[in-house]
């Protein structure tokens, strides 16, 4: 409780001490992150940063928001999903759609397309999750065919080819946002889904997700339901997903048949086996690697760079390595270089 | 079936567990066959023989992993009733009082020691997932309570300074009293152990045998094991059961089994090394 | 009743396709544990290859389709030898996301080395048609269900009564007892990735006369495999050809009867209604889990 009114000299030594500084308190680190990561319109502004920066790390957000889920899904529950774009997708239509053409309020249309895509989410589940994992990887790949398929074809909903467009979005019918409140709200979204799902994989409901990765025997014996759960982790990060869809198309504006591929459920899948399963902060520096370094960094290469695809390769190699080399993901690295650090300072004060 | 399970079936006031005429068929393969024992209530009960007799698949018949070919299995359950075992769901046996350990410990790497004993409390975690997630006042509750308890079993079994270390990498012993400590979160009325002592060395068995005794007594329940450890078999349980290729051999307290010369000629190669 | 023959005989050349890269998913399921999610990726990558040797290195496309070949051959093995070989420490589901990674990879090297503008590849026999109570089924069709048929036929042999497949199927009942009686199960994985990589480029060159060689050539193809593998069930070699088979006629049924735009959608989903009644497929079982 002290810890709240110290200085920052104390600060240091109690951090070392005692171990219960507000800094060690994770929801303020979750909050402390946000407000971080939401300074990046002012620094544009302030002609630090570029402005398309905005669009860059906000979409980063976005996509960290639906590798959540799927970390929930894969890294905690152990179960594939190759249907992320494909419910992103869905919900980002669905929210253009019924606000543009049906003038609903941002809110109201936020509920129901998270809602839609969590009921097919949960039917399909239900099919599929009976029997071990592999067949939810084989049946959301169908669904996400389909989906592909609807957003082409069913131009009165879709706009088939050319896109849908989306306008940002009008919050409690009064404030409307413009493109910097908007990444605002993108970031409050972030700091909103991090700190229920600290909670949550922290719970018991984490637990039984640990459990029937590490032994689905061991889960049932103590009583978890495998059917249950596994629906749950499924809805889960299907909604995730779905309210990255939304925040998506009102952030972004527009959307179009070709993002929501299987080559974005496998970005989104590399995000969190290279950020670090089962890790929060993993997760976004997952997401930062896959989608920004290709963008910023591999573009700047001659020749290699240039080339279409080079951002797949990039990522599929990495995606091997670590699974191989580094399965805790690039996420440990901190710890692990802090453990080194330290280590070396322990050294040369014995010696000295 | 349906009318096997709702007949009532009364186990004498001081039985807990019948298998009546179990069998079970692994293609053709008869691993289990018309089996018939009863487990007394407070009993320390063991089921011995030789490799491959079916002792591992008993188990597995009681906790509904496999499903029985035929036969019965009536339980008393913690809330007093007698109800058959067969066909009801994997997860929903501890419900009843039963809990089990594994032959090859079943513990999650990834957790720490506290929290792969908390899964072991997971049908007294009432919460919903939302109350989880927005971390509501019912959940820190019940999440605290059935923390501490955990510490107490674990400081019960003498591991309680590791409770946050990550089971991954721990030594044999300590991931199998981390498995046993699960076991009794769910205040069991019955627990089966698969082979506690397997991996043990001689002063952790001699222990074992130790707790074994005290759980039975503090926690006020019966416990049915699997060993192959003969000296820890004979030492501890009150009545034994003694079977080869799914068949009885012989049933009753260690020095009739010690003494039985069909036991004596299914373990005959195999004791003597 | 013509019309109907002719769907059949329809079904029986793109049933085909689907049974090659339905074997290559199974061999691989088998004998590694896994789902090689990267089968129809790495089988346009290989028609792409054959393409080039066609269009721009000039080659008759028979010599075209055996470097298609050799291709294939050499990119299944260097994922076993480079890849899953030092894999070992990996869990199954690991190393089904590292054949989702092997998918970036395909599709990131493909546009590098042969552009990105769509190919397109010549039938074999460019012209012709057979016809059978009134239904027409091209030169090139027929040569197709032949082909297909043969190399099923082959590989059935091959499983069944040589020493390789018995190897093979050995490691795929247990590929840990396998190895202490002495199989060679390295070589064995060696040639399943290999078989799976050909098995793929064979039904790549098949199905790209109908469309544009593209990145997408083999997304519906892998799909009905994957389906065909579902319906026929994991367990056997024969029963996801079995299913291949019947998705082919399903498929071109509901093309022709329901709707040609949402005749292949509603085939998947079909299947998934499938799983809630069947979920072991047509001729899986329920396997019993050790504990």
Known sequence: MASKIMGTGAGKTLQQNGRKTILHNPYFQFVLFGVIIACVPLLSSAGILRSSYITLVGSVLIYSVAAMGLNLLFGYSGLISLGTAGFMGLAAYMSAYLTSNLGLPFELSLVISIAVPVIIGILIGLASLRMEGLYLAIVTLCVSEVLRKTFEELEVFTNGFSGKTAAYPKILGFLQLNRDTTYVLLVVALVIIMILTYNLVNGQTGRAFHAMRGSVVAAQAMGVNLLKYRLLAFALATAYASLSGVLYVHFIKYTYPSTWTMGMSLNILAVIVIGGLRSIYGTILGAAIVFIIPDLLLKQIPVLGQINGFSYIFSGVLIICVIMFYPNGLIKVFPELAGLFRKKKGKGESNG | MAEKNTAVHTLAPDEILQVKNLSINFGGLKAVDDLTFTLKEKEIFGLIGPNGAGKTTVFNCITQFYKPTAGEIWFRTNKGTVENLIGKQVHDIIRLGLVRTFQNVELIRELSIIDNVLIGAHIDFKASVLSQALKLPKARREERELRQQAESVLDYLGIVELKDQLAGGQPYGILKKVELARTLMCQPRLIILDEPAAGLNDVETEQLAETIHTIRDKYNCTIFLVEHDMRLVMSICNHICAISFGKLLANGTPSEIQNNKSVQEAYLGAEED | ?291
């Open chain 3, 1 to 291: 009743m013509s019309t109907f023959l002719q769907l059949f005989l329809r079904s029986l050349e793109t049933g085909g396709i689907f049974a090659l890269a339905a074997l290559g998913i199974i061999i691989i399921y088998r004998t590694n544990n896994l789902i090689h999610f990267a089968q129809g990726t790495m089988g346009m990558f290989n028609t792409y290859v054959v393409t080039f040797f066609f269009t721009t290195v000039g080659a008759p496309l028979w010599l075209a389709v055996i470097c298609g070949l050799v291709s294939a051959t050499l990119s299944g093995a260097v994922v076993d030898f480079v890849i899953i070989r030092n894999a070992k420490k990996v869990t199954a589901s690991g190393k089904e996301i590292i054949t989702l990674g092997l998918i970036m990879i395909f599709l990131g090297i493909t546009p590098m080395l042969f552009g990105v503008d769509p190919l397109s590849l010549p039938k074999f026999i460019p012209t012709g048609s057979v016809s059978f109570f009134g239904a027409a089924i091209s030169y090139n069709g027929m040569l197709n269900i032949i082909i297909g048929l043969a190399i099923m036929g082959f590989l059935f042999y091959l499983l069944q009564k040589t020493k390789l497949g018995l190897a093979i199927r050995t490691t795929a009942s247990n590929e840990y007892t396998a190895r202490l009686m002495g199989v060679p199960t390295r070589s064995v994985t060696l040639f399943a990735w290999a078989l799976a990589a050909i098995l793929g480029c064979l039904a790549g060159v098949m199905i790209a006369p109908t469309t544009s060689v593209t990145l997408n050539l083999m997304d519906s193809v892998q799909v009905n495999a994957f389906i065909a593998c579902v319906l026929g069930g994991f367990q056997t070699f024969y029963g996801p050809v079995l299913g291949a088979y019947i998705i082919g006629v399903l498929k071109n049924l509901l093309i022709y009867y329901v709707s040609s735009v949402w005749g292949e959608q509603i085939l998947y989903l079909l299947i998934i209604v499938f799983i809630v009644f069947k979920p072991w497929g047509l001729i899986g079982k329920k396997t019993i889990k050790k504990v």
